[in-house]
């Protein structure tokens, strides 16, 4: 609850009160006071509860933006580390290739 939305609920408050007197001592201007009080008061509540909204509004989309953010991260670094494995396999395999020429010119070597 924000400034606005208290000082809306005060003003309907004291607006009531100033109708109820200005009816009861018949002061047509109390009264009518009274009755612009509250729908002042009225006014400023809907403009406290429309900000408190567009606040809780704008908190959740920043909050799903961070997880957004996060997402995109996770998702980078999976990327990220697939391709760490994928060039280690493939030094592994070009190593396994080379291993087996060599034994297979040693062969040869030892044969000849």
Do not use: C, P, Y
């Amino acid at each position: 609850m924000n400034k606005e939305t208290l000082e809306g609920k005060f003003d309907q408050v004291t607006g009531a009160m100033k109708q109820k007197a200005g009816e009861a001592f018949g002061n047509q201007k109390l009264a009518n006071a009274g009755v612009a009080d509250q729908v002042k008061g009225a006014a400023k509540e809907t403009w406290g509860n429309a900000k408190d909204a567009a606040a809780e509004r704008h908190d959740v989309a920043a909050d799903r933006a961070d997880a957004n953010k996060q997402d995109a991260k996770l998702r980078t670094e999976d990327k990220l580390d697939a391709a760490r494995d994928k060039v280690v396999n493939t030094a592994q395999n070009i190593k396994h290739n080379l291993e087996e020429k060599i034994d297979s010119f040693r062969d040869q070597t030892h044969r000849g």
